[in-house]
T-cell receptor, first 112, second 114 residues
């Protein structure tokens, strides 16, 4: 079945850039998402990318997609302590309604 | 515009009991999906409803069921609770089913089974 993998943990200093990586296996994935989860909260949609795109930029966030390698990354520029959270990538196939398959999440810790 | 609301936020039950969780989607949204989040299994899809019909179902036992009402509000029910059902249950709403559309998540219901 479909599988989405992420590294577990990333630590950066405030002001540096963070890069969170994700790999997926479903070749029929059409939409890929990044969600943020803070302690005790639900999931906040950060950004998304269509599978026919290579890159998307949204303020401090840059998403890169390598469809050949099924690799997705999220770059956060000028990382702040408020960015500390768990980040999930998720994929959705066109033939699966609204079902999202999530990675295990990457915990980002930002040190002052 | 109000976000997705879930009630109750916290719930404690004992093994063998049943529980009903409620989700009110964003006004105008007709699709509601449910997910279970646990430390061991991560985020797993339970089911999706659109216009009162179940469109998709994840790999969960029949003890997990759901329904959607004509006003798009959704409930999920877990019967004969087990310790392993302790989790954060999240619902997500979106305007339509299929194709691209943003899915907005609620804050979740934290269920503890003792």
């Amino acid at each position: 079945g479909e599988d989405v993998e992420q590294s577990l943990f990333l630590s950066v200093r405030e002001g540096d850039s963070s890069v969170i990586n994700c790999t997926y296996t479903d070749s029929s994935s059409t939409y890929l998402y990044w969600y943020k989860q803070e302690p005790g909260a639900g999931l906040q949609l950060l950004t998304y990318i269509f599978s026919n795109m290579d890159m998307k930029q949204d303020q401090r966030l840059t998403v890169l997609l390598n469809k050949k390698d099924k690799h997705l990354s999220l770059r956060i520029a000028d990382t702040q302590t408020g960015d500390s959270a768990i980040y999930f990538c998720a994929e959705k196939s066109d033939n699966a309604g609204n079902m999202l398959t999530f990675g295990g999440g990457t915990r980002l810790m930002v040190k002052p | 515009k109000a976000g997705v609301t879930q009630t109750p936020r916290y719930l404690i039950k004992t093994r063998g009991q049943q529980v009903t969780l409620s989700c009110s989607p964003i006004s105008g949204h007709r699709s509601v999906s449910w997910y279970q989040q646990t430390p061991g299994q991560g985020l797993q899809f339970l089911f999706e409803y659109f216009s009162e019909t179940q469109r998709n179902k994840g790999n969960f036992p029949g003890r997990f069921s759901g329904r959607q009402f004509s006003n798009s509000r959704s409930e999920m029910n877990v019967s004969t609770l087990e310790l392993g059902d302790s989790a954060l249950y999240l619902c997500a709403s979106s305007f339509r089913a299929g194709f691209y559309n943003e899915q907005f998540f609620g804050p979740g219901t934290r269920l503890t089974v003792l």
